[in-house]
């Protein structure tokens, strides 16, 4: 079973940035877009950004221009580079496939915006 680890969040004060980073155990991102999501107090989890096969990204409304999704298939990751990180982008972030499976959800990453 494929597993996906989280890691690089933390806190960071507004206007900050952090990169996140989501290794998979296997090839699954070779075979299914991967996509970060994130869930902040009181909300649903909600899909920001997603990168397919052939490097097209897309983003969520809220951060584009601001977040980078990449990838290094050589590696089975997937990053992204947050850039003029705001209080409302608090939240665990999450990396999965897109659409996202149930067997894929790991841990997550807490990213917190503050001064």
């Known amino acids: 079973q494929v597993h996906l680890v989280e890691s690089g969040g933390g806190f960071v004060q507004p206007g900050g940035s952090l990169r996140l980073s989501c290794a998979a155990s296997g090839t699954i991102f070779r075979s299914l877009a991967p996509g970060w999501y994130r869930q902040a107090p009181g909300k649903q989890r909600a899909l920001v950004a997603t990168i397919t096969g052939g490097d097209c990204t897309n983003y969520a409304d809220s951060v584009k221009g601001l977040f980078t999704i990449s990838r290094n298939n050589d590696k089975n990751t997937v990053y992204l580079q947050m850039n003029s990180l705001k209080p409302e982008d608090t939240a665990v972030y999450y990396c999965?496939?897109?659409?996202?499976?149930?067997?894929?959800w790991g841990q997550g990453t807490q990213v917190t915006v503050s001064s």
């Open positions: 999965n496939t897109v659409p996202s499976s149930h067997k894929y």
